[in-house]
């Protein structure tokens, strides 16, 4: 399992600390269309990115983020601190994920895209296989992967994820626990797997 990659937090990027925002935040709540597309010009590459590590679909990481930014606008007027913008915008696309993961009815296309989880180095020890490593993730209910992405790849605190999710603080420690668990059950479980069976659990593509 890779470890937090660095204490920065991508997310909010030049634009979570932009002057700009703040004051972009209040005129889209306010209705200015020019102010909300230049908050979704600023966050919806990483959005995508984002949405494309839980969905493991380019095409459905598209529509995840073109509606969680529908969403966006549509409730802006509903934010209560706009400080918390950042937070409330990566929640809206969780959610759109979920949404997702709903309508593909299987939960073998939402996986952790393999590109965030590097080699090894060591040869002699091995290389971490890729392929287990998302046949591991497979294997976890969505709500798991979830936080393990935002742990994981994004670097949030699980004080941070139970905000962006909305969830008590022992729920969201649970489910990376148990996240953690289940990696290492099936990681151990396709070590006893012959390899010859594992070909045949290749990860689905495009759309259904």
Request: aromatic residues 4%; contains cysteine; glycine residues 8%.
């Given at each position: 399992?890779?470890?937090?990659?660095?204490?920065?937090?991508?997310?909010?990027?030049?634009?979570?600390?932009?002057?700009?925002?703040?004051?972009?935040?209040?005129?889209?709540?306010?209705?200015?269309?020019?102010?909300?597309?230049?908050?979704?010009?600023?966050?919806?590459?990483?959005?995508?990115?984002?949405?494309?590590?839980?969905?493991?679909?380019?095409?459905?990481?598209?529509?995840?983020?073109?509606?969680?930014?529908?969403r966006a606008w549509r409730e802006l007027p509903r934010l209560r601190d706009p400080s918390k913008f950042q937070?409330?915008?990566?929640?809206?696309?969780?959610?759109?994920?979920?949404?997702?993961?709903?309508?593909?009815?299987?939960?073998?296309?939402?996986?952790?895209?393999?590109?965030?989880?590097?080699?090894?180095?060591?040869?002699?020890?091995?290389?971490?296989?890729?392929?287990?490593?998302?046949?591991?993730?497979?294997?976890?209910?969505?709500?798991?992967?979830?936080?393990?992405?935002?742990?994981?790849?994004?670097?949030?605190?699980?004080?941070?994820?139970?905000?962006?999710?909305?969830?008590?603080?022992?729920?969201?420690?649970?489910?990376?626990?148990?996240?953690?668990?289940?990696?290492?059950?099936?990681?151990?479980?396709?070590?006893?797997?012959?390899?010859?069976?594992?070909?045949?659990?290749?990860?689905?593509?495009?759309?259904?």
């Amino acid at each position: 399992m890779p470890t937090r990659a660095g204490a920065e937090r991508e997310w909010a990027g030049d634009m979570g600390s932009s002057r700009n925002e703040a004051s972009d935040v209040s005129r889209a709540m306010a209705g200015d269309h020019d102010a909300f597309a230049a908050l979704a010009n600023a966050n919806a590459d990483r959005m995508y990115a984002l949405a494309r590590v839980i969905v493991r679909d380019a095409d459905r990481a598209e529509d995840a983020t073109q509606e969680a930014l529908v969403r966006a606008w549509r409730e802006l007027p509903r934010l209560r601190d706009p400080s918390k913008f950042q937070a409330w915008l990566r929640r809206l696309l969780v959610n759109a994920c979920y949404d997702e993961g709903r309508r593909i009815r299987r939960r073998s296309e939402v996986v952790l895209l393999s590109d965030h989880y590097p080699a090894i180095p060591d040869q002699s020890s091995g290389v971490i296989d890729r392929d287990r490593l998302d046949r591991a993730f497979r294997r976890l209910p969505l709500e798991q992967r979830v936080v393990t992405v935002l742990s994981h790849v994004e670097g949030l605190t699980h004080e941070e994820i139970a905000s962006t999710l909305g969830l008590p603080l022992g729920t969201v420690k649970s489910r990376v626990r148990y996240a953690l668990a289940g990696l290492r059950s099936a990681l151990e479980a396709d070590d006893r797997t012959p390899v010859a069976s594992r070909r045949g659990q290749g990860v689905g593509g495009g759309r259904s």
